[in-house]
């Protein structure tokens, strides 16, 4: 009979032939996941064999990565801000990119926590669940042009006991929302991806994650575009727009900036000194 370590060390080996980023890592995560196990509790176990019914329970989901299906659609959830959220191919697996946005706009805002968010193509939910869990008394929207994403973000709600602090609406941007209402915050991660980036993208990303979100074509302005010609019609004065964008973006998106009326905007880096964050203020 084979022993945890040893099917871990089998699983490693087919994830690397198959060039899975970090096999070591992978090969526990699933098998912890199959077996009901964290990590730590799989180390105390790497001696233990395993039964046939055990293995049957992880060959499926080494198949499933072996072809590069994402590791969070396969165990289903994944950490952002503190919160597990789940996971699945209705929606964008949440990144660091995104979370280091999240502390950006909650460090930024301590001081006045906005009454009114919104939160543009949320997706999983991740900003807006984040954002209501960061600021208890703030009011969040949430919309999507996927009803699928939408049935996400509400079943990641519900989970947190959030579903009574944050509205989910399906929109185009901001086509659906009601005229004259104004909000503190606006933030989104649209899709920003150029088609060839796409086109370069890991198979995770390329082949398993909706396309829609990923990018509209061309060089990945589009949607950004339209959130910066807009946005000043639903910022309260005093407000804040805080974007998500591609890493060749910045020089565009200030001078959109001006051109749609914002006052003032500030770029900023993520973690691995990538422009990728545009902040814009209204008058």
Do not use: C
């Amino acid at each position: 009979m084979l022993t945890v370590l040893e099917v871990i060390k089998k699983t490693t080996v087919f994830f690397a032939a198959k060039e899975i980023e970090n096999p070591r890592l992978n090969a526990e995560l699933l098998v912890g996941h199959a077996l009901g196990l964290k990590r730590m509790q799989l180390y105390l176990r790497f001696e233990q064999p395993l039964t046939e019914s055990e293995l049957e329970k992880i060959r499926p989901l080494v198949r499933r990565r072996g072809a590069h299906e994402p590791l969070q659609y396969i165990v289903g959830e994944t950490e952002f801000f503190g919160l597990k959220l789940k996971t699945d191919r209705r929606a964008l697996i949440p990144r660091p990119e995104t979370e280091r946005l999240l502390e950006i706009i909650a460090t930024r805002l301590a001081g006045s926590p906005p009454a009114r968010a919104l939160d543009l193509g949320t997706g999983s939910g991740a900003l807006a669940l984040g954002l209501a869990t960061a600021f208890p008394g703030t009011g969040v929207t949430a919309v999507d042009a996927s009803d699928r994403a939408l049935a996400l973000a509400r079943e990641n709600a519900a989970a947190l006991g959030l579903e009574e602090r944050v509205k989910f609406l399906q929109s185009d941007w901001f086509s659906a929302l009601p005229a004259g209402g104004l909000f503190e915050l606006i933030m989104a991660n649209p899709p920003y991806l150029s088609a060839g980036e796409t086109a370069q993208a890991a198979p995770e990303v390329r082949e398993f994650e909706p396309a829609m979100a990923l990018t509209t074509g061309g060089q990945g302005l589009d949607e950004l575009k339209k959130i910066l010609t807009d946005a000043p019609r639903f910022l309260a004065p005093g407000g804040l727009l805080a974007l998500e964008t591609g890493v060749a973006h910045h020089a565009d998106l200030l001078r959109l900036s001006a051109a749609a009326g914002f006052a003032r905007a500030e770029s900023l880096q993520d973690l691995a000194g990538r422009d990728r964050y545009v902040l814009a203020w209204p008058p």
